[in-house]
């Protein structure tokens, strides 16, 4: 399984997709993106945009942001 996690420190957003793949016990990467938006060149490449969390699913070529979207993609696809 190779997923990633662009995330932000102190982003509430970030740490709610953080948990959830901690209780469901998945084995992730965390990249740590820049406060500025500007930034976040690495993010746009890999999501067309630079807002976080992202998620990359190698696995299943899915890339998504949104925290309530990615919750609710890793309860479908790796939920018990």
Known sequence: MSLTLYQLEG??????????????????ETIWVEALHSKR??????????????LVDDEHGVTMNESANIVEYLETTYGS
Do not use: F, H, I
């Open 11 to 28: 982003c509430p957003w970030c740490e709610t997709v953080a948990d959830e793949l901690d209780e469901m016990g998945l084995d992730y």
């Open 41 to 54: 060149n690495e993010v746009k490449r890999v999501s067309g945009q630079r807002a976080v969390p992202v």
